[in-house]
């Protein structure tokens, strides 16, 4: 691994969207953004990246990234920001770097770039600059995926939360979902209960347990604290006989005792291919 500064973003001003355009040939670990002098991290928002033009990851704001990164026990500084596609408490190479971004020619990549809107700050002597931890170049496809939706609730309700399945489907790693109210969130899987509604304080407790650090305000349902890569909650396939069956039914439901308005980011793996 090394680490390798990024071309300049383009249009980097305040009130604008302004881009980066990262270079192919390599393997991404983690790409960070290094921020000073009038730009932090609360004026950054719709934080997005796309490959080939197409979405694969979106932030609302740079605060609910570092939720992710501070629960997975990541660094966090208000001059700093990391894009983590890595999974550093893996028990294995593989497991740490399945998600990384290879953007190759092999991979089927022909574009790699990263969006910011930038909100009001002055412009005069800002520092906006991104580096990377890279590797050797390489052919996988897989990618971390991260997908965010919002749903807002008048008064206490158990509400369904949509995730791709079947043909469309992905290996789910967590959900994080900012809330004020939510109780509990509740997975099935075709009928079979795969994520009992576990009250937010012995979910946390649990969490603690595999070392992870939950964040106030927010509640991870986390499929793999164990950090084991076969515990992702596979929504495309099941096995039958041995062999691979779609997924007919994904049933996810929130919880919440009063209004509230749910931010829910579904983090994964998925491939390349099926943005």
Avoid at 3 to 17: D, S, Y
């Amino acid at each position: 691994m090394r680490t390798i500064k990024l071309p300049a973003f383009q249009n980097a001003t305040a009130n604008t969207k302004t881009t980066l355009r990262l270079p192919l040939g390599v393997c991404y670990q983690k790409i960070y953004l290094r921020l000073g002098t009038n730009v932090a991290k609360a004026v950054m928002s719709n934080i997005v990246l796309r490959l080939n033009n197409k979405e694969f990851m979106r932030w609302n704001t740079a605060a609910d990234m570092d939720v992710l990164n501070a629960y997975k026990g990541n660094a966090i500084n208000a001059s700093f920001l990391v894009i983590d596609f890595t999974e550093r408490q893996a028990r294995e190479e593989v497991g740490m770097t399945l998600g990384t971004i290879a953007a190759t020619q092999e991979a089927g990549v022909q574009d790699f770039t990263l969006e910011i809107d930038m909100g009001n700050f002055t412009p005069s002597g800002f520092v906006l600059e991104a580096y990377a931890d890279v590797e050797s170049p390489s052919a996988n496809k897989i990618i971390s995926r991260v997908m965010v939706q919002q749903k807002t609730l008048a008064a206490a309700s158990e509400e369904m939360i949509y995730l791709p399945f079947g043909p469309q489907g992905f290996q789910l790693k967590r959900l994080i979902i900012k809330n004020t109210n939510l109780a509990n969130v509740r997975v099935r899987r075709d009928g079979v209960e795969i994520y009992e509604a576990l009250p937010v304080a012995l979910a946390n407790f649990r969490q603690q347990d595999f070392r992870m650090t939950p964040q106030a305000g927010y509640h991870v349902v986390d499929f793999m604290p164990d950090v084991l890569v076969s515990n992702a909650l596979n929504t495309a396939f099941t096995l039958a006989g041995g062999k691979g069956v779609p997924v007919q039914n994904l049933d996810v439901r929130a919880t919440v005792t009063g209004a509230d308005t749910l931010t829910i980011y579904a983090e994964g793996y998925a491939l390349n291919g099926q943005l």
